[in-house]
Nanobody
């Protein structure tokens, strides 16, 4: 069974940087879209960035965050620079993929990783 495992969250000061990583484990035929969402306390989950071929970003992430995918490793990364307190949230990776032996695309989610931006 395919699972997504995230890493790289933590506590960082305003203006600092973090790099999140997410790996899909299991036997996978192909991965369509990879992305990152976040959910702050009391707020709905929102898209941060996603990439199929060309990456797209939420307005809040443009110019500060960079999403990148490594198809050979079934991984997606989120480089976050110039972090602000309002970036504090649980960050979730997601992949829409085709598992080996399946004919249907499935969207999977990671367990989430906490990012806290505070001085």
């Amino acid at each position: 069974q395919v699972q997504l495992v995230e890493s790289g969250g933590g506590l960082v000061q305003p203006g600092g940087s973090l790099r999140l990583s997410c790996r899909a484990s299991g036997i996978i035929s192909s991965i369509d879209t990879m992305g990152w969402y976040r959910q702050a306390p009391g707020k709905e989950r929102e898209l941060v960035a996603q990439v199929t071929i060309i990456p797209t970003y939420a307005d809040s992430a443009k110019g500060r965050f960079t999403i990148a995918r490594d198809n050979a490793k079934n991984m997606v990364y989120l480089q976050m620079n110039s972090l602000k307190p309002e970036d504090t949230a649980v960050y979730y990776c997601t992949m829409t993929l085709l598992e080996a032996g399946s004919v249907w695309l499935r969207q999977l989610w990671g367990q989430g990783t906490q990012v806290t931006v505070s001085s």
